[in-house]
């Protein structure tokens, strides 16, 4: 299904040359004061067009509140919004009617469904994820006002790595156009996707996330384990192949002796020492940093020849058109914190009602 | 909520310590033979005390089908099964009772709960699993048919890897206490652990899991992706700390141009000739192989003294006691399946309603 | 929430005097054919300014579908269905900004939410319902395509009540402003129903509907019984204070001798000879004829002056202004056949994974 | 599926001559005393043999939790609670192995699944109600904490009407075997059951069911009314037939004006008047009195010959064996009422929620 979330649950809308697409969400408190600047800041972010790393597509990506505010508060009635399609050069796809891109979801979605809309990949666009951040800064308006902040960042392209995440000044990720708060790293990293662009090829990335003052007690044990919320909402975003958290893949090689965080009463607050648990704990917060992970590999399209068959089994040949990325991960920031948000908002209702 | 699945949907129940744990599956199709001795050696491959390199403690996870079961076959009710807890030494606990053991869920389910059963780590505790096997060996039986086939392994110990998942014989895995199929990597695998063991301390490990088979089609796409669902079913496992699919957290340092599996008509079926994609497309399975890894961080019962604080935040030492896995990967195997097993069968019957 | 359905799912989001009022259909199968022109019928049942017995207020409530339909057919995404809102009078409504209607939704909102959208009753009014009809339409779509035929009507208008549907041509409700099939009781339930408008004040009604043609074995026991779900469908209408099927309240006053319907073999098939069953038994449906009846209580805004409260405890006069409805049943049908479409449809999808 | 409510939830396993039915209920907060002598009376008002007009079947119905309770006292983990099956006379059935009895599930089941567990009416049976009655009594506790009430009787066997709810001591329904609080009724409602049965036949009946001091505010919008829930959960039991609300069925023939509820200020408390609302506006409860009717038919078994068919269609004669009851209503009175606890205890949960 579309939807996503239990008590604070979207349901999205949309194909990507369709009228428009959009999103509903159910379960928003009332009484949140709903800052549409910030919505429209959030959007702008992810929008295409913002910078010569990013595919010059342009949409404006605007959107429209149509329901569940009243005078500028959430009103606890479902808040619908639409974001009309614009800038939609059907043309461009009308050679993959009746062919499967490589590493695309033309193949799949047609012997799913018998049948689809293959303008610019339809349903299966990221396009889709604008829907994502608009109803995510919704939840990150709620999440504000319990002071739980959120702040993704390109902490890898290619092979190029950033720092870890302690020793950097996460606010300073918006201050280059590839969202790396390390400048050095940043720059180097620009220049790689300027490069492959170049040469008409793709490559992939990692966005890492962290989630600040999470209350303690946030998460549900045995399925809804905060982490594995979490990784489902981080692999439903498109092109992602993995997702680690605290101590992650690189945790398997330690001994229980170096993993385990030590507990410690840091003037009257439960702490640990360390932190390879990635603040959760048997699947609920406990207070400390929560961080992850999200592994991108490189934009399938390619402005390239690529060998492929047609619906008819019969060879063909598929090169990209129109105007792609050359590297998903500068504008998949705002698209993993705002998944962050809407799992973080969920769980936030859900604990609400944990004990008498 | 202790439930997971849409259709075919499991709910456990049970705590470690108390008289029983379980598990009802709803949704399982009628008509489908259930062959209790595969429930009970899926179970066995679990069950702890089975080899020197896992805990000795002794279970003999018998298990019970209180409904849903007539002459055999499933009739569309309700499969509720039951294992009773056996051989609990409570008193093992009392030491925990007031004071959080490191890198478990003792604080938070007591944050988060304000009370909590402290035998033998309650509900957070790994015996859980048990439940999920049981009911894995059910969605097991139903893919079967299908001719869906899951098999897992530990491909990571600490450094020591196994080779890529193509060039292992697969049926193998159980030829040995720790489940690799590649005999000299295990061999020093299980001198690992068994050193491991002896110096009181734990270390964490990988199971890969290689699903085949799989009918083209399954999964949904936007947030309940095969690989979304497969990664949030991973992660809810205790102890997970990383879930990569297809190329992985590697697949970041590839172009496009390297990365895209390129379609060929193999005697009329479509097929992709490499596998980058890890059998799932736009989140909806496309016919190869599913592959992905799983990230065991050691496990946090470690037979040494630790430094923590109680509930009033006093400082405290807490050491392990009892019978504990020095690596969690072996037993993991099963469970992995179980989870897989789950997802798939899942995917499998709301696949059903995808189209006229 | 605002979501209703397993399967077949819709969610719908609006306000009265809001921008407009939607839908989200989720789980539509793709390669129905969507037509539109029925949609927009379906719509026309239900507007106001139908005739002189129901509101004079004029909505066009022309739809626009955003998503999930291509070339004519659904595709499997999300079907979004928008209708923009018209003729609002908003102003109508300041009197009741800080007053309590009696028999409204103005004082529990209030009392939940903490902040409500006055307007015309905000998400409260019927007005939600064109939604409903909207996708109730698709849903019939499907239904059809089985061969299921739904036909509600008037069977009851304060005291005035036609004869048992056994004894009525239902293809005969369009012939008259009212829509009941029976032409002598429908002129006096017209005639009735002015005289009650013409006094300012409004009365009550029946609907009944007849689901023909069902397959059996629709339905899930226990708790999602075929009638549980027609019962809560119906009882989610603005206005519905009762539901009953097969044999209902008269039929507790029967001994089971009576009350029993007998199989029979009729041409091969197995029919029951009487229907007091109403078409379910056990919650299944059994092929039979599944009729029901939905008893709906007078329109709560009058033309009167009624005693009320402020918000401040304050003792108040109110009296209905705008232009409303003196008896909610006639348009009240195609609210009922599309929620009965809505359950049968979702039951229909449901029943796919009964058995192997 | 087999799980009610969203986060109260319950999930029920079970059929009549299995091995044993029970359920879990999954959303209880932590913090709530168990008492489980509450939960035997509870079940004790349900089970068979308690009087001489109701079934003289003996099932003790003794119950044992298997988790989610520790030391009296609620986790928040899942309880589990388990009804072992006694005193089975499966060879009582054999006889409608393969003949449909008239009236029952037989002929659907076998349908909608082609295998069933004929014994006893397998899942159908209202054994399964022993389950819904044990989950109750636990709403019920947390219900107490809040001051809510609820107190169902009989209200109607056959022709036989108690007066109105607001005239009775509803305290008294215990006082007597068929659970009537006025004493004359009664008295009539047993003479007329003992009469029925000595004719070895059946009657149907109504119960009321009235809840007090349920806190403004509960109950969603839209889909999740108040009263659609209560009617879906009423509906949901076996042999229920209708529901209605407040002025229910009887409400269709006044006037707007005799209907509508005026606000008071009662001693600073917002209150109404009248009640015809039954305590719900807007599908929110507004603090007064919520009441329902709820109607069941005769029961399906009686101890005569019947003509029916069986699998192949063949023309067959059943008659009830075993011991059955001549009226269901006595024994309804618990049942109605715990599905009413469920239902307010998850609305009480869901509305924590609503605003900030």
């Known amino acids: 299904m579309n939807s996503y979330g239990t008590l604070f649950r979207i349901s999205t809308f949309g194909e990507s040359h369709g009228p428009a697409i959009g999103v509903i969400i159910d379960g928003c408190p009332a009484g949140l004061t709903i800052d549409e600047s910030f919505i429209q800041s959030e959007l702008n972010r992810r929008k295409p ?47 993959i009617q009746n062919t499967f891109r490589p590493s695309h979801a033309d193949y799949t979605y047609e012997a799913k469904y018998g049948v689809r809309d293959y303008r610019g990949g339809g349903r299966s666009s990221a396009r889709e994820t604008a829907a994502r951040v608009a109803a995510g800064a919704v939840a990150k308006l709620l999440l504000k006002k319990v002071g739980v902040e959120i702040n993704a960042y390109v902490s890898q ?9 302690t020793s950097l000044d996460l606010s300073k990720s918006e ?3 590839v969202r790396c708060p390390d ?50 909402a981080m692999l439903s975003i498109n092109a992602v192949k993995g997702f680690e958290y605290g101590s992650g893949f690189e945790g398997v090689t330690l001994r229980g002796s170096q993993h385990n965080d030590e507990f410690v009463n840091e003037a ?3 702490r640990t020492k360390t932190n390879h648990s990635g603040g959760v ?21 390619i402005m390239q020849d690529q060998s492929t068959v047609d619906k008819d089994g019969n060879e063909a040949v598929v090169s990209g058109k129109g105007r792609h990325d050359p590297c998903v991960v500068p504008r998949a920031v705002p698209i993993v914190e705002a998944m962050a948000a809407l799992v973080l908002a969920d769980f936030y209702l859900r604990a609400m009602t944990s004990k008498l």
Chains 1, 2, 3, 4 share one sequence.
Request: aromatic share 6%; glycine share 10%; charged share 25%.
């Open 49 to 95: 067009g913002q910078s010569k790393i990013t595919t010059q597509r342009k949409e404006d990506d605007t959107f429209k509140i149509l329901s569940g505010v009243f005078e500028g508060q959430s009103t606890g009635t479902p808040i619908a919004i639409v974001i009309e399609n614009q800038d939609q050069r059907s043309k461009d796809y009308s050679h």
């Open 157 to 165: 392209v290619g092979e190029l790595k950033a720092p870890a995440y």
């Open 175 to 177: 201050n280059n156009i």
């Open 183 to 232: 400048a050095a790293t940043a720059e180097k990293m620009i220049a790689l996707i300027d490069q492959i662009r170049l040469e008409r090829d793709t490559i992939g990335g990692v966005v890492t996330c962290v989630i600040q003052n999470t209350p303690v007690g946030l998460g549900e044990p045995v399925f809804d384990k905060v982490h594995a919320e979490l990784g489902k």
């Open 268 to 270: 009257g607050k439960i």
């Open 281 to 301: 704990q048997g699947g609920i917060s406990n207070g400390e940093d929560i961080y992850f992970n999200v592994a991108f590999k490189p934009v399938a399209t």
